[in-house]
């Protein structure tokens, strides 16, 4: 679509951040996405570096009928943008911390990381997720499931406020005062309903954690992932943990206890005294012999060193499920898939306990969805662009329907993939909650200006 010069040279003149042009060469690294497999190359894309550079992007965008998408850190959906306005938040960060009332107010393209550092000095932390790097806003407006969930619950749960520019250009704030309908959505609904440019988030107290993970090497697997499996089943709400199944490429870069191996790793996150943190996790240690230990005592700025989730750029593809339940049938079914030796194009297969706090919601209520699941379940795929499109969603579907008797029927939307893939979110809210979402969608945008969903 052509733009008129005089709309372009307005948008250029009301924006602070570099405004580019689809075709531009400079947009990939503009972006600087952590996934590199979507070629975005929206017809405008906004570097917005304020909120009213995000506000010049949505009007602008209103008054030439072009659809506007937002990314922040490109954790989120492989989906391209190819038209319309793409909102870009990296250049839009930062932390604005009141101790004593332990919140942090948090710009909308800010990552967990800073905030953590932010919080660590005054003996606070945010309940982020597993990756420090991940987008704390595209987070949270997902729900949110970090390795400290079935402490403090979903992280969304702890959002105290929003700022949002509509999908009307306007700046409105959001809160359990103010336009309530809206906080409750974007506690949880993802998206559709305008661009977050501020976030008022509550800290808790932590000063230390017992955490880090364990690793069982190939012979040892079946009986650690056994045992993990029934212990996980019942533990008091002071834990979190992981079992996940990760292969290391046999490359000189990888550390020679990892190199060309197939890991169980199991994660573990414990709050409260350390002493009681090893002796509930002396299960898991006696399960089999232990190829590499690294639970301990660690300062809660120190989080993301518990699922070690990978922090550089490159082509990424998952897929993520929440499961009611497991059991000696699902280690059977989940180990004869991806175990060692079967050969299964995926690096890693983290589940995750939740469950606990997670199954509570706030006052006033919320959109989340999935409270109800036990665990949760994703899919990271070897890292070759050419398994993509076919091999790795064809063998995840095989995998999915074998694991259906353990499978949730509601999915959290953080892991339900990209936004142009049929269906993405038709399992990450009950019905009820999917038409109230929709009903504020159409309330907060309109004119439908952020594409949400299949239709994207
Ligand atoms: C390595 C890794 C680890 C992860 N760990 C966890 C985890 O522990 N728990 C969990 O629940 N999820 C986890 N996720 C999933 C993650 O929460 C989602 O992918 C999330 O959408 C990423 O948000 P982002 O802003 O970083 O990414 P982006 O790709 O930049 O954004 C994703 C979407 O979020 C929306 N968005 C982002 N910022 C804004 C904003 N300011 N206003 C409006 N919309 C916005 C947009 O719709 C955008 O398309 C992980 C993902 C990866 C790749």
Redesign the pocket.
Known sequence: MALASAAVEALTAAVTGPVLFQGDPRIPAEIG???TYPAHDPEVLVAAESESDVVAAVRFALENGLPV?????????PTPVVDGVLVS?RRFHGVTLDPDARIATIR??T?WAEVIEAAAPHGLAPV????A???????T???????L?RTFG??SDWARGFR?VTGEGQVVVANGFENPDLFWALRGG????????E?AFELVPLTALYAGSVMFDAPHIEAAYRRWAEWSRDLPETITTAAALVSFPPLDMVPEPLRGRTLLAVRYAFVGDPAEGERLFEPIRSAAPVHLDGVRVMGPDEIAQI?N???DPGP?W?R?LMLDSVDDAFVDTLLGALGPGAGAPFVACEV?RVGGATTRDVLGGSAVGGRGAGY?L?L?GVPDPALFESVLPAVADGLTAALAPWVSAVT????AGG?GVPGTFDASWPAETRDRLATLRAAYDPSGL?P?GPAA
């Not at 998408?69 to 959906?77: D, E, L, N, Y």
């Not at 982020?128 to 990756?131: E, K, L, N, T, V």
């Open positions: 996405a952590f996934n998408r937002v990314v922040s850190t490109g954790h989120g959906s938040l909308g393209g990552r982020a997720g597993s990756s790097t991940v987008g704390s806003i595209g987070y407006l997902g729900g949110g499931l970090g390795p969930a979903f992280s949002v993802k998206g559709g309903f305008g661009v977050v440019t976030m699922h989730d990978p922090a990424s998952d993520g995750r949760t994703v990271v959290t939307p953080n892991w936004f952020f949400f």
